[in-house]
T-cell receptor
Framework: DAGVIQSPRHEVTEMGQEVTLRCKPI?????LFWYRQTMMRGLELLIY????????DSGMPEDRFSAKMPNASFSTLKIQPSEPRDSAVYFC????????????FGPGTRLTVL | AQKVTQAQTEISVVEKEDVTLDCVYE???????LFWYKQPPSGELVFLIR??????QNEISGRYSWNFQKSTSSFNFTITASQVVDSAVYFC????????????FGKGTTLSVSS
């Protein structure tokens, strides 16, 4: 079975540009998570969805960040406008109730904002 | 509030040495899950183990073993006879019990195993 798929794997953009990160969870998983990893802050939750509904977005840094999950097989994380401090690795993860919260992570998107 | 502390930032050992990575957690929940993930240099996050709060039995998987002690709120990870391939960042994490809740990660411990 395919794991969690994220695209793009690498993104380099200039400050002020819009960035969209994409995630396809594992088929059958009903919970999807977006995490961000930086040297300073480590791994931190941005937002998560259960059954396509956002449950907790308290980790979203500010209004420049938005996330959607239009269906069970696709989610996006958008940054508009991007800033250099948004440079990080963004991970998407998914799980299902039978997994007792064992989360499967995608390979991550390494974002660099110049 | 939930919190995970990994006090060891970096550990360096020589191959075949045993090494223990410490993890201390804080939570007000009576039921919760504890996890260890491995992040090798390639960057992906690999699940190693999940522990339920009501199960304090230690677990061994090959060269890996985990010691869970609720009395000290610790969930330590030991690698026996370490190998170069064990070099990675190891994260301890905590979540509420039940499916579909976020993981709270520690800052990670970077393990370097030299030959």
């Amino acid at each position: 079975d395919a794991g969690v798929i994220q695209s793009p794997r690498h993104e380099v953009t200039e400050m002020g540009q819009e960035v969209t990160l994409r995630c396809k969870p594992i088929s059958g998983h009903n919970s999807l998570f977006w995490y961000r990893q930086t040297m300073m802050r480590g791994l931190e939750l941005l937002i998560y969805f259960n059954n396509n509904v956002p449950i907790d977005d308290s980790g979203m840094p500010e209004d420049r960040f938005s996330a959607k999950m239009p269906n069970a097989s696709f989610s996006t994380l958008k940054i508009q406008p991007s800033e250099p401090r948004d440079s990080a690795v963004y991970f998407c993860a998914s799980t299902s109730p039978e997994r007792y919260n064992e989360q499967f992570f995608g390979p991550g998107t390494r974002l660099t904002v110049l | 509030a939930q919190k995970v502390t990994q006090a060891q930032t970096e550990i360096s050992v020589v191959e075949k040495e045993d090494v223990t990575l410490d993890c201390v957690y804080e939570t007000r929940d009576t039921t919760y899950y504890l996890f260890w993930y491995k992040q090798p240099p390639s960057g992906e996050l690999v699940f190693l183990i999940r522990r339920n709060s009501f199960d304090e039995q230690n677990e061994i998987s090959g060269r890996y073993s985990w010691n869970f002690q609720k009395s000290t709120s610790s969930f330590n990870f030991t690698i026996t006879a370490s190998q170069v391939v064990d070099s990675a960042v190891y994260f301890c994490a905590l979540s509420e019990a039940g499916g579909g809740t976020a993981l709270i990660f520690g800052k990670g411990t970077t393990l370097s195993v030299s030959s």
